[in-house]
């Protein structure tokens, strides 16, 4: 009994020693999100993730690899960093020419295309890698022939070389949406418009796609630049395909163009990076989900493998790779100029147009307002010596009469009034210049003096004539004679002379025949 009771008493000392006194296990430690992965996961080794780095290794490493395998590792360092890479000195990879076969394949970027640095295998080591940005693409491929202990390496992460004069960002602001539907924009500006980041603030933003289990999505580039083009480390837009690990990455654009993107899983991730300096780099993506065919229920079929929501038909927008969507809409929906019309426009138009009504209003408010002045206009009798000057046919010369040697025809007691030592043209600008002037004339004729003599004419030549006359009586009439001066300065021709015979009364009809028509001519 009483060995019992000692027994006992032991162990309920050594229970209590170990609840008591035992040391705690200790803590774990947090969680490293790195962004940095293995595909596929579970089958390629083991995968530790640090703050300021990691370490990955082949599968069943230390020992041997198994065969038939392939690994992809990615790595991604926070911005402005490089990442170091380091392979252990135990090392052993199935050796071969050009390393063929069983091998470590390094690129100096995300993807399978990107630059390579190396290819390596055999029993050495691979010198140190250090990538030119934020990206290690690593793949590990063993075939099904002599297997080997594999590698281990380690990765560090540095600051870029090419960043060395700025100083470390600053935490950058958390920046991320979700989104689901039929369709849907993803858009730069929403960052601005949600007020996620300041417009002096880098950005790393994160739009997650969601869409119904079975469906797919298609991403469509509406709008895309860069505003440093092919500076990836200063902005880009990265899609990945069904997480936001780097594992799943599926294109990356940083250059003057982009690309569609179709996304075989039901979840999309859209990442834009841009830095202080790249603020007004911009991009516009619309998104559509759809289904595989057989296309089911109200769905629309595209004939590129989509099967879209039927709402989305004849809406305006191109949600098949093909517009088939849109094609014979006409019929069904015309697209009208208010269908353009947003917000702004509409505040636009509205502002404009009050403007101008205003203006309108006052306008005539000033017009009704304003006196008027009454003008009467009175004409004055009509001068017809004002027109002479117009209604005076250019060129004509009226040239007087003269009596040359004979002194016993009897004459009108007016007619005297004609005679002129020599000719001269009612207006001295007729003959072109001064030349007609100093050829002896005293005075002019002018159209008024012939328009009082024409009258006294006429009634003194009702008596006729004494047909005797002299042998010797001789006059000569000189007529008006049309001249064509282009200079202004050609002198009357004077020399034109018609003889007459006796004097009679048919002779002194034809005289004042004559002298009327010159003096009707001139007017």
């Known amino acids: 009994m009483v060995s019992r009771v000692k027994l006992l008493v032991v162990v309920s000392s050594l229970i209590n020693l170990g609840f008591s006194g035992a040391p705690t296990a200790p803590p774990k430690k947090a969680t490293v999100k790195n962004n940095s992965g293995v595909t596929p996961a579970g089958l390629c080794g083991t995968w530790v993730k640090e703050p300021d780095g990691g370490l990955f290794t082949s599968p069943n490493y230390p020992e041997k690899y198994p065969p038939d395998r392939e690994c992809i590792y990615i790595i991604e360092a926070s911005p402005r960093q490089c990442i170091d890479l380091y392979f252990d000195e135990k090392y052993a990879v199935e050796p071969s020419w050009e390393c063929k076969f069983d091998h470590i394949e390094v690129r100096d970027g995300p993807f399978s295309f990107s630059s390579i640095i190396g290819r390596y295998c055999g029993q050495k080591s691979p010198n140190y890698v250090r990538s030119s940005g934020r990206y290690l693409w690593i793949k590990f491929v063993a075939d099904g022939e002599l297997e080997a202990t594999g590698f281990s390496a380690r990765y560090n992460f540095t600051q870029d070389p090419e960043f060395k004069d700025l100083k470390a960002p600053p935490p950058l602001p958390i920046c991320e949406f979700d989104m689901s539907g039929p369709e849907g924009y993803v858009e730069s500006v929403m960052v601005a418009k949600e007020e996620k980041a300041l417009q002096s603030e880098a950005v790393d933003c994160w739009w997650y796609i969601r869409a119904p289990p079975g469906f797919k999505i298609y991403l469509r580039f509406l709008d895309y630049e860069m505003q440093n083009s092919n500076e990836c480390k200063r902005n880009f837009v990265a899609v990945y395909d069904g997480s936001s690990s780097v594992e799943h990455l599926k294109n990356k654009f940083c250059s003057t163009v982009a690309n569609d993107v179709m996304l075989v899983t039901s979840l999309g991730v859209i990442r834009m990076w841009a830095d202080e300096t790249s603020r007004r780099s911009r991009f516009r993506i619309l998104f559509t989900t759809f289904q595989e065919p057989p296309c089911l229920g109200d769905t629309f079929f595209c004939h590129s493998n989509m099967c879209i929501n039927h709402t989305l038909v004849c809406n305006g927008i191109q949600n098949c790779v093909y ?43 000033i017009q009704i307002k304003q006196p008027r002045k009454k003008y009467i206009i009175r004409r004055d009798e009509f001068d017809p010596t004002l027109l002479h000057e117009a209604f005076e046919p250019p060129h004509y010369e009226l040239c007087t009469i003269r009596q040359v040697a004979s002194t016993d025809e009897v004459l009108p007691e007016d007619f005297p009034r004609l005679q002129r030592t020599s000719s001269k043209c009612v207006h001295g600008h007729h003959c072109g210049s001064q030349v007609s002037s100093t050829r002896g004339s005293h005075s002019d004729l002018s159209m008024r003096e012939a328009a009082d003599i024409l009258p006294e004419m006429q009634v003194a030549a009702q008596p006729p004539f004494p047909r005797q006359f002299t042998p010797t009586g001789r006059r000569n009439i000189l007529v008006m004679k049309h001249s064509y001066s282009h200079d202004g300065s050609e002198e009357c021709n004077l020399d034109d002379e018609l003889d007459y015979g006796p004097t009679t009364s048919h002779g002194r009809a034809a005289l004042e025949r004559t002298v009327h028509r010159s003096v009707s001519n001139d007017f």
């Open 323 to 365: 517009p088939w969507d849109e094609n014979g809409c006409k019929e069904k929906r015309k697209t009208t100029i208010l269908d353009n019309l947003d917000n702004t426009n509409v505040t636009i138009i509205g502002v404009t147009c009050g403007l101008v009504i205003i203006l309108l209003t006052v306008s005539i408010i």
